[in-house]
């Protein structure tokens, strides 16, 4: 069974791997419903600090009894030329819907991440045969390098999208 929670730890043990890690006490609650008064979805939150590398925050959602969701922050700490990356993996009954994405417009030295996009086309040609998500365009659509991975797909390819997640993890933490 692939759950979200089986992803989560997965995330976790990737970067303990190869970084020190530490959870941080956040100064709001770290557990919260949307909308207040209906509490019709339910969150939790986490968030670490990893030495070498900066911020982690894990946001973990579910509700209507068939929504669940995952979403997982990298802010680089301001001395690393690295991007920011957001993953969002949401199962909505039979639906799911993954997003990978790399935000570099912060980094001064474009030439540094040249390997990292190299890795990151390659998995995209490895997964292509999954349907991509078209999104409208918003103002952070634009913002968004351009080997970030929207998919859309069902349970059935639970084990296909976690691997592919973990593998552009992988390549991210490289």
């Known amino acids: 069974m692939h759950d979200l929670e089986e992803l989560r730890s997965k995330i976790l043990n990737k970067i303990k791997s190869k970084f020190d890690i530490k959870q941080l006490d956040i100064n709001f609650k770290e557990e ?26 894990i946001l973990k959602g579910k509700g209507l009894g068939i929504m669940k969701m995952l979403t997982v ?28 994405e790399f935000y570099t417009n912060h980094i001064i030295q474009k030439d540094s991440i040249n390997g990292l996009e190299n890795r990151l086309e390659k998995l995209n040609i490895k997964y292509e045969y999954i349907e991509n998500y078209v ?36 390549e991210y933490l490289s």
Do not use: C
């Open 135 to 170: 999104e409208s365009i918003n103002w952070y659509t634009t913002l968004r390098n351009k080997y970030s991975t929207l998919k859309k797909s069902t349970k059935k390819y639970d084990k296909i999208l976690y691997e592919m997640v973990l593998e552009n993890l992988e």
């Open 73 to 100: 922050v990298f802010t680089p700490s301001i001395t690393k030329d690295i991007p920011l990356v957001i993953i969002d993996f949401i199962k909505m009954a039979n639906k799911r819907t993954v997003f990978i």
């Open 32 to 57: 919260f419903y949307y909308p207040k008064s209906i509490h019709l979805l339910k969150f939790n939150i986490e968030q670490y600090e990893i030495k070498n590398l900066g911020n982690l925050a």
